[in-house]
Structure formats: C-alpha cells, structure tokens
C-alpha cells in the first residue's frame, strides 16, 4: 500500500522530533497527497498556498540568477515551514516550532523528502 | 523627484553595509524598486515584483501553519540563496548570496545590512511614504501603457477620463435600466454603463475577459494575503481606519469574493448590479468615494506585481495586467455612479430652491 507507505514516512518525520509538529505532501498543482497536519490546519488551503509559494519561489530563484530551486524555509514568529520538492510531482511541506534546530529540520525532511521520492517512483 | 537624491544615499548604504553578499534590493511591499543592487542581468523590477510576491505569500503561508507573522524566507538554490526580511516602515528586504557563503552566516550578513539601512535611512523611511522613493515606477504596471491597449479598444478612454464623465454625466438613467432599448451604433461609454449595463462592458476586450479568466487559478491563491493586506492597511489609515474598525472580520467576507469575481471572466448584467449593489452599501453606510477611489489605487498597486510574478510569459502578464486595470475602472464607475446620484439628487434639489 503506497498511501499508507507515505503517510508512514510523514509520520515518521513528525514523530522523530518533538520540535516538528505537522507535515503533509502536496501535489505541485496544489492538491493533498498525504497529510500528518495538526488540528484545525486546513489541507486544501495549506496545499494551495504551499504550492502557489513554491512555484514562486523557483520563478524569484530564475529571476535572480540562483538557478534551480532547492528548498523554502519560511519564518515566521512562532515556527517554521519547511518546503522542497519531492519527486517530480510532489512538494514536501514541514511545520516545526521555533524551537527545532535547523540543521536537524533539514535533515530530517531530506530523508522524508528522499524515501517518499522512492515510494511515488 | 525629491526621492532621486535620497535614493542615490540609499543605494550607497545598500552597497556599502555588506560588500559580501551578491546583491541586495529594498522594494515596497507591493513590489516596487525602492534601491537595489542585483547581479548583472537580473531585471530589477522583475526580480523585486516577484520577490514581493513571495514576500506575501509566504506570510499567508506562515498564518495557515500558524508560525505566526513573517519573520523571513529563505529561497535555497542550487547556485545560490537568497533572503526576504521584513524591514518596518513597510520595507521588504532581499539579500543574495553565492553557494559558498553558508546559511548562518547569510542570515547575519542579511539582518545587519538592513539594520544598516533602517538605522541610517529609517527617519527617511519613516517620513515619507515608501512609493515616494520609488524607483522609476515599472510603466507597465501603473498605467495601462497605449501600446497594451491595442486597436480592440474603440475609444481608448480607460483609466482617468472615464471616473469624472460617469459622476457628471447628467442622463444617469431612468432607475429601472433594463427597459432601455439597444443604443444606436458606437455608444458613449458612460450611457452604456449608466443605461444598460446589459451589452457587455465596452472597455474591455474579450481577450481581456479572456485572459482575466484565464489567470484564475494562479491569483485565486493569493486573494486571502491581499484581502489582509488591504485591510491592514486601511485600519492602520488614519482617515480610513474609522469607517472599518470593529467589522473587518465581517468586511473580509464580502471582500475576498469581490476580488475573486474580478477573475471570473464573466462582466455582464450580473457583474454590472454587483457592483451597483456595492456602491449603493457604501453610500448607505455613508462611506465617502474617497474610500473607493483610495481602494481602488491600492489594488491598482498591488495587483500588477502578483499578476506578473505569476503569469510567465511577460507578454500575457502585461495583457493580463492592462485587462485588470480597465475592469478596476469599469467597477470603480459603477459602484461611483451610486454617489453620483446622490449628487445628482442634491443638485437638483439646490436648482429648483432658488427659482421657486
């Protein structure tokens, strides 16, 4: 079962630290795939924007010459977004709080990002 | 302008705070160059458009995960990075980096610079409005440039005579409009409007309807962070925050589905009564046309820069854009027209006091 494949690699991702709190993988037209979102966090919404962010952010990487995009991480005051693609067709989306340390959030989505490459091929 | 000299300081400053990084851009957060120094071939009003617009979405993209206001984005490449601050002051800030300066470092490298600029130019800032500063402002994103317009336009009327002929168009219809019959062959523009909103809208094209239509799906995204956007800065408007305080919650309801309706490709009869429904709630409501027409140039600014990060090809993005601006006018009369006739009534009144 591949569904439950990938929601086990989100689960996976959520759980291996206290720090990152949600995930979900999304299509890059914007649509869920598979999603370990918090409470009260609307899928369709959190796909639409995380797509709509990525395909933005490919076209400012272009414009300002920094070549293919690779991840967005997106800062707020309370946390953290993670976003990269995954596969062709898929994005990664992580939310950890402020306290997550970088380093480690990169690492760890990389892995997710990496097994569900290999799930969706 | 006065802003030249005050930019020229700027861009030094910019230039100046950290030679390490590989460019830097101050913008507005509706997109527009206020100082930038990019790497050769990068187009500044592109690139600050679009970071703009990223800058936007991804504060959207931050409430919906609720990790709280943006803080910043970091756009991770292959050959390179490149960091979006949030300056006060309105300011957005962009700082780019090559692959081998290392994350850490860029951050700091970013933060100091623009606490640079703040601190040296943040009186500058704060004084005036950010658009005053405003680099040669991108021609095709203000103004509906003649060459957007196209021979498909009659009258290429559009943007500023329309406004004042609506509101002192003296025939503002019989106030059932749907008894008029046809008008003959190349009809004014405002007696169609006024009369019979039925024939569709004489200022725009069907392209124009078209691509308007065509271009839902990438600004339906969007159109949350700009109904924020536009609230937030009406309530923080001293002149214009009392008419909203206390109901922008409900007031958002209504807002979002009005700019969704400009997507839809649809500007007929139905279009047409919304708009009048709208302007006839606003002058109930006793809101002055200020109101309106302060609204209207806010979305003129902050359109164009989403529309051309996310229409690619530039062609279709300035076409999409001129499109947008006419369709902002054309609901811009409809809804004006409302006080018109208010006007109009008073007119009337003063007219007969003095002869009878």
Redesign the interface.
């Known amino acids: 079962m591949r569904e439950a494949e990938i929601q086990t690699a989100l689960v996976t991702l959520t759980n291996g630290s206290v720090d990152i709190e949600?995930a979900a993988l999304v299509s890059r037209d914007?649509l869920i795939i598979a999603s370990a979102l918090?409470a009260?966090?609307?899928e369709a919404?959190?796909a639409?924007?995380?797509?709509?962010?990525l395909?933005?952010?490919d076209?400012?990487?272009t414009?300002?010459?920094?070549?293919?995009?690779?991840?967005?991480?997106?800062?707020?005051?309370?946390?953290?977004?993670l976003l990269q693609q995954s596969g062709n067709h898929a994005v990664l989306?992580t939310?950890a709080n402020k306290a997550v340390k970088?380093g480690l959030l990169f690492m760890d989505a990389n892995r997710a990002a990496e097994t569900i490459t290999a799930l969706l091929a | 302008m006065s802003g030249t000299g005050d930019r020229g300081a700027l861009l030094n400053t910019l230039k100046k705070s950290s030679p390490e990084l590989d460019g830097m851009a101050l913008l507005t957060r509706e997109g527009l160059v206020v100082a930038a120094s990019l790497p050769p071939g990068c187009d500044e009003a592109r690139s600050c458009a679009v970071t703009a617009a990223v800058e936007a979405l991804s504060d959207a993209m931050a409430k919906e995960a609720r990790c709280g206001a943006l803080e910043q984005v970091l756009i991770r490449s292959h050959d390179g990075n490149a960091v979006v601050l949030r300056g006060r002051e309105g300011a957005v800030f962009c700082a780019l980096s090559g692959r081998s300066m290392q994350l850490g470092l860029l951050f700091i490298n970013a933060a100091r610079a623009l606490d640079t600029v703040l601190s040296q130019h943040g009186n500058l800032l704060a004084a005036m409005p950010l658009e005053a500063l405003v680099a040669e402002p991108e021609p095709a994103a203000l103004e509906v440039p003649p060459a957007a317009a196209e021979p498909v336009l009659p009258e290429p009327d559009t943007l500023q005579p329309a406004a004042p002929e609506a509101s002192v168009e003296p025939e503002p219809a019989a106030p059932e409009p749907a008894a008029e019959p046809a008008p003959e062959p190349g009809p004014a523009v405002a007696e169609v409007l006024v009369a019979k909103p039925e024939p569709l809208v004489p200022v725009l094209s069907v392209a124009d309807q078209e691509i308007l239509a065509s271009i839902r799906d990438y600004i339906t995204p969007y159109i949350p962070a700009l109904t924020d956007r536009f609230y937030e800065v009406i309530e923080e408007e001293p002149q214009m925050g009392p008419y909203v305080k206390g109901r922008v919650e409900a007031l958002k309801v209504t807002h979002s589905p009005w700019l969704t309706s400009l997507f839809s490709g649809d500007y007929g009869a139905e279009f047409a009564r919304r708009q009048a429904e709208i302007g006839q709630a606003h002058v109930r409501a006793n809101i002055p046309p200020v109101f309106v027409a302060a609204s209207m140039s806010f979305l003129r600014l902050i359109f164009p820069p989403v529309i051309a990060s996310c229409v690619v090809d530039p062609e279709q993005a300035e076409a999409a854009t001129a499109a947008l601006l006419r369709l902002l006018s054309y609901s811009q009369r409809l809804i004006d027209d409302k006080y018109a006739q208010v006007l109009e009534r008073v007119d009337q009144t003063r007219q007969t006091r003095p002869g009878g």
């Open positions: 949600a914007g918090a009260g966090m609307d919404r959190v639409a924007i995380v797509a709509a962010v395909s933005l952010g076209r400012m990487s414009e300002l010459s920094r070549g293919q995009l690779e991840q967005v991480l997106i800062t707020g005051k309370a946390g953290h977004v989306c939310i970088l």
